[in-house]
């Protein structure tokens, strides 16, 4: 896949990802679950998002990098990454029972699980479907995706996940504002050589929308927009 494989893309974001200022290590602590409990139930009430940052993807042989831009409406969601220096990108759309993923050799392609789609034409080993929660700083659902254990760390904000054999360590968060929660900042997920470095630079939350509804455009409204600095 000439997408983003290029080294010289994956060099220009790896450098993006280690120039952004570094935050303070964040190490488990006790915490009062009903408080932790009551923020992690913002962030999974959720259903109408978007997001946009820099994401660097590596697994054994197989790695890529470039901008993101994640736009989620309930269980429907579009999936944008671009790499600045070929000027290449590719589009993952779909819902829960079926994916299309276009930008790659061959013309676009499609199938009913978004894993195993990913996984042949690009070859990464990306759990999309788990990380609609993960990058929001919660577990997903049991039924699917298994048990998961969580430590949070003094602010009652998530330090590390564990959930289906993958490691979730959130690095950094976005501050909690008057009509919205803390979201996460860097994330680093990890299941053996599998590996997914995110930085977020803006998120933007609203409210449910109908299920027919268009998903959201990527805005910067003053109520729901979370920006980085």
Same mark, same amino acid.
């Given at each position: 896949?000439?997408?983003?494989?290029?080294?010289?893309?994956?060099?220009?974001?790896?450098?993006?990802?280690?120039?952004? %200022?570094? /935050?303070? !290590?964040?190490?488990?602590?006790? $915490?009062?679950?009903?408080? &932790?409990? +009551?923020?992690? @139930? #913002?962030?999974?009430?959720?259903?109408?998002?978007?997001?946009?940052?820099?994401?660097?993807?590596?697994?054994?042989?197989?790695?890529?990098?470039?901008?993101?831009?994640?736009?989620?409406?309930?269980?429907?969601?579009?999936?944008?990454?671009?790499?600045?220096?070929?000027?290449?990108?590719?589009?993952?759309?779909?819902?829960?029972?079926?994916?299309?993923?276009?930008?790659?050799?061959?013309?676009?392609?499609?199938?009913?699980?978004?894993?195993?789609?990913?996984?042949?034409?690009?070859?990464?080993?990306?759990? %999309?479907? /788990?990380? !609609?929660?993960?990058?929001?700083? $919660?577990?997903?659902?049991? &039924?699917? +995706?298994?048990? @998961? #254990?969580?430590?949070?760390?003094?602010?009652?904000?998530?330090?590390?996940?564990?959930?289906?054999?993958?490691?979730?360590?959130?690095?950094?968060?976005?501050?909690?504002?008057?009509?919205?929660?803390?979201?996460?900042?860097?994330?680093?997920?990890?299941?053996?050589?599998?590996?997914?470095?995110?930085?977020?630079?803006?998120?933007?939350?609203?409210?449910?929308?109908?299920?027919?509804?268009?998903?959201?455009?990527?805005?910067?409204?003053?109520?729901?927009?979370?920006?980085?600095?």
């Amino acid at each position: 896949m000439n997408v983003v494989r290029s080294a010289a893309a994956a060099l220009a974001v790896m450098a993006l990802l280690a120039g952004c %200022v570094s /935050a303070p !290590v964040r190490v488990p602590a006790q $915490v009062d679950p009903a408080v &932790a409990g +009551h923020a992690d @139930a #913002r962030r999974a009430s959720l259903e109408a998002w978007g997001l946009a940052g820099r994401v660097a993807i590596s697994g054994g042989r197989q790695g890529g990098s470039g901008r993101l831009d994640w736009v989620q409406q309930g269980g429907r969601y579009e999936v944008t990454l671009s790499a600045p220096v070929t000027r290449q990108g590719w589009r993952l759309s779909g819902d829960a029972g079926r994916a299309r993923l276009e930008g790659v050799e061959g013309g676009p392609r499609e199938g009913a699980d978004v894993e195993a789609l990913l996984l042949e034409a690009t070859g990464w080993d990306i759990p %999309v479907r /788990a990380l !609609v929660a993960w990058v929001r700083g $919660v577990a997903a659902p049991e &039924a699917m +995706h298994g048990p @998961a #254990r969580v430590e949070y760390g003094a602010d009652a904000l998530p330090v590390r996940l564990e959930q289906a054999g993958w490691t979730i360590g959130y690095r950094d968060w976005f501050e909690a504002g008057a009509n919205r929660p803390a979201m996460p900042r860097r994330i680093e997920a990890s299941r053996g050589d599998a590996r997914v470095r995110l930085v977020v630079d803006d998120w933007t939350l609203a409210p449910a929308a109908p299920e027919d509804a268009p998903p959201p455009a990527h805005g910067r409204d003053a109520d729901g927009a979370v920006h980085g600095g």
